[in-house]
């Protein structure tokens, strides 16, 4: 970080109060005063660069003079690294990226578990009153929900089944279970398994009453939270459930990663379709049309995952860490946009 820069910010697990600013706020509130303070950009340019209307623009920087957030650095909590964050959110046509400082001792594990608290901070910002939250199954998303200490009044849905139902009360159910008790609204949990042996198994158990229900709840989900998987043993928990067969199977498809058990390609397109049919899990198509889609993975061996379900267009957040966020700024050829949602395989 240039010493020239600096935006001095209070921390954001310390004194946690209602004026606090989250994440994203801290990240765009520094990338505005940079490009405002030292790069001598116009309100009207950083707007349009944001996408944002010039009177927010001025708001940001006026609210960032009246705390003292402004004084000769640009400077984030030391957690979080603005320039990455904001690097990345650039390349990807992200509508939040928030990139967080990868353990010393833990570069080549995946979703270190800082990432949680990050994203429990985030979804502390993006939801608001009368939402309706969705969590997908995932170490990170699990991580995220027990860092939860602030959320406004919404209702909170299972968007996928549990890796094991044996666990349920660990996992995804439990995270839906905590992110309701933190908001004060109403639960909507899923029992039964992600990947069920076939087809008609999966149907029936779509049409059990508390599934069912669930289910009607996916429509009115505005902020979803979703994890990301690589397809190698021990990072795709999908990839862990299927036998021998089936998994060199999808290998031969091209899979590279894998997000709420929908496969994607390298390209970000969606392969090996049947196994959502086997699968309690939200529809690809319904979560292109959630307003807001924040995944939460990082570390270098998940960061070709990350890439391949970015340009999918089916994310618009993402929290990963350093690690990760070197790699994919890095990798191939700049993607689209990832709020350019259409499919990218075509209708």
């Known amino acids: 970080m240039n010493s020239s820069e600096e935006i001095a910010v209070s921390g954001m697990s310390a004194g946690r109060s209602a004026m606090r600013m989250g994440p994203a706020e801290l990240v765009q509130a520094a990338a505005m005063a940079r490009r405002f303070y030292l790069e001598g950009k116009s309100k009207i340019q950083i707007a349009e660069e944001f996408g944002v209307s010039r009177f927010k623009v001025a708001r940001v920087l006026e609210t960032a003079l009246e705390r003292d957030l402004v004084r000769i650095e640009i400077r984030v909590p030391a957690e979080l690294d603005a320039e990455r964050s904001d690097a990345l959110r650039a390349r990807y046509g992200l509508r939040h990226a928030v990139v ?4 010393a001792d833990a570069e080549e594990s995946p979703d270190p578990e800082n990432l949680g608290e990050v994203a429990a901070d985030l979804l502390g910002e993006l939801v608001n009153e ?13 991580h995220m929900a027990a860092a939860l200490d602030r959320l406004p009044p919404c209702t909170v849905v299972q968007l996928t089944g549990v890796y094991d139902a044996g666990t349920a009360e660990r996992g995804s159910v439990e995270a839906v279970r905590r992110a309701a008790q933190v908001s004060g609204g109403d639960a909507h949990p ?3 398994p992600m990947l069920l042996p076939d087809v008609a198994t999966a149907a029936a158990l779509r049409n059990q009453t508390g599934i069912a229900r669930a289910f009607e709840y996916f429509d009115k989900v505005t902020v979803a939270c979703v994890s990301i998987g690589s397809w190698e043993a021990g990072i795709s928990t999908v990839h862990d459930m299927l036998t021998d067969e089936e998994r060199s199977h999808y290998a031969s498809l091209g899979v590279a990663a894998e ?24 529809e690809a198509d319904r979560l ?3 307003p807001e889609v924040v995944a939460i993975a990082g570390g270098q061996r998940k960061a070709a995952a990350i890439d391949a379900v970015l340009r999918s267009g089916l994310v618009t957040s993402l929290v990963t860490d350093t ?25």
């Open 130 to 142: 009368g939402d309706v939250l969705g969590l997908a199954w995932g170490r990170s998303t699990i």
């Open 288 to 290: 292109r049309r959630i």
């Open 323 to 347: 690690s990760a966020a070197d790699s994919l700024m890095t990798t191939g050829s700049a993607p689209r946009p990832a709020l350019d949602r259409a499919d990218p395989d075509g209708p």
């Open 190 to 192: 899923i029992y039964a």
């Open 100 to 103: 967080v400082e990868s353990p």
């Open 259 to 282: 997000m709420s058990a929908h496969l994607f390609d390298a390209q970000g397109r969606r392969v090996g379709r049947d196994l959502g049919e086997r699968c309690i899990t939200v």
